[in-house]
């Protein structure tokens, strides 16, 4: 979402780092750029006036006039800023010791508060919690089937309440049933409206109040802009609530809203959801999340999404057929399924280092549905062809179409691909032979994750 940002800010950069001085003059027209970028990407007015007074204060004092590099000490500036801006480091979800532990999410309607509950939910299992959700919106009858449909998926018990409309009264006696089939941590989804009313605000204390809850998370989408920041402030004042979750963030949306939020509010951000899916929730990490949005990538996180999407005795069965020159399309798809599950291929581009600045990467329209057509294809394929692709004939090739709804051209593409990977695979195992003895192939391509 960052990207019409990212670009902007790049642009300023390389006419700066191309500079062996810098003027003061050079800096101030730098600045007037940089908050005209921060200013189009809905950025609050008062913390984009914050925010480049703080980075020219550094920037025309001793760190560049000193500097062999000016243009890259700016560079750095401005990524100190952005990161103290997003919150400097890491915010975890403090929960305390009692059983059952008790978040409850608050936030206007439409913000994907339902679905965050759910994404916590499949969050904190995978951490060794057993959660149950409570569904305390009772106004809108959707949301109640939504998070019992979204529960049902992740095999999490969720808590509706039974003779009563009260919210205050199913979210205490949620509690009392995770308590009763001893469930250590109780999600509450209350109930959201369209905009700020005192009737939300008071039935959203009263629950706070019932429950006593470890953490009140605020969910905010970051597609509405300064809106969401607004709505945030409104509910720090009344609710007082912990921590923000800022969905969508993998939308088209200007960004100002995550820039934002922690210095309107004081309020850090805790999570941040990147996709549709249920385990497209993840911590944020501000240093993270300032390199890439001044394009520098983000390696750590794609080596973490790797490891988690891993399964790392299937990786090394395969890398030992890699070795053995036994790698067939079977395991190719494997290596596909296992990228697919790291998350979108645009996202992952994101955390390459200079992706950004590749010619032609900006306009790149990445087809996820491909994996989809090659899984069709390899799935049309017998036993034999698939572990000895070479007797794919031109009939053959037909069939497979045929079976998979695509074309022969398709077909023949896939193939190709195949043979181009298991080269390149080939390539980097020789090399890594001629190496320190036990090297292993990258994560993806053929290594354990």
């Known amino acids: 979402m960052f990207d019409n940002l990212t670009q902007r800010l790049q642009d300023i950069f390389a006419n700066l780092t191309g500079k062996g001085r810098l003027s003061e003059e050079d800096v101030d027209a730098a600045m007037r750029e940089i908050r005209l970028a921060l200013l189009e990407a809905d950025v609050n007015f008062k913390v984009v006036k914050e925010f480049v007074a703080g980075v020219r204060e550094r920037a025309v004092g001793q760190d560049v006039t000193k500097s062999l590099t000016p243009g890259q000490t700016v560079v750095r500036i401005v990524l100190d800023q952005l990161t103290e801006l997003l919150g400097t480091t890491e915010t975890r979800l403090v929960l305390s010791g009692r059983v059952p532990n008790v978040v409850m999410l608050v936030g206007l309607q439409g913000s994907g508060k339902t679905t965050a509950a ?3 939910a499949n969050l904190m299992r995978k951490r060794g919690k057993r959660p149950m ?3 305390a919106d009772v106004y809108r009858p959707a949301a109640i089937d939504q998070l019992e449909t979204l529960g049902r998926e992740l095999g999490v018990p969720v808590y509706r309440g039974e003779g009563t409309a009260d919210p205050v009264a199913i979210a ?20 959201g409206r369209l905009h700020i009313d005192e009737q939300m605000m008071d039935e959203a204390a009263a629950i706070k109040a019932e429950v006593k809850p470890d953490q009140v998370l605020m969910v905010i989408d970051s597609m509405t802009g300064q809106d969401a920041v607004n709505a945030a402030n409104a509910f720090a004042e009344r609710v007082d609530f912990d921590g923000v979750v800022v969905t969508k963030l993998d939308g088209d949306a200007r960004g100002g809203a995550a820039l934002s939020v922690r210095a309107v509010t004081g309020k850090p951000i805790v999570f941040a959801s990147l996709g549709e899916k249920l385990d497209a929730l993840e911590p944020f990490y501000p240093d993270r999340m300032a390199k890439r949005i001044l394009g520098m990538g983000d390696v750590v996180s794609l080596i973490e999404k790797a490891q988690e999407a891993a399964d790392t005795e299937v990786s090394q069965e395969m890398e030992e057929r890699l070795r053995k020159a036994e790698f067939t399309l079977e395991d190719f798809q494997t290596q596909l399924g296992q990228i697919k599950k790291m998350g979108g291929i645009g996202d992952l581009l994101s955390m390459l280092p200079g992706a950004g600045k590749i010619k032609g990467m900006k306009d790149l329209n990445v087809d996820e549905g491909q994996f989809d057509r090659i899984s069709a294809i390899i799935n049309s394929m017998t036993l034999a062809e698939r572990r000895k692709p070479a007797i794919i004939n031109g009939s053959r090739r037909e069939r497979i179409a045929r079976g998979s709804g695509t074309s022969v051209f398709e077909v023949n593409q896939l193939l190709k691909q ?9 390539q980097m195992q020789k090399g890594a032979g001629k190496g320190r003895r036990g090297m292993k192939l990258p994560p993806g391509l053929g290594g354990p994750m």
């Open 118 to 120: 759910a994404k916590l």
């Open 133 to 135: 959700l409570v569904a």
């Open 172 to 191: 205490r006696e949620g509690v009392k049933h995770a308590v009763a089939d001893m469930r250590d941590l109780v999600i509450v989804d209350t109930a």
């Open 418 to 426: 195949f043979t181009q990977a298991k080269k390149l695979m080939k």
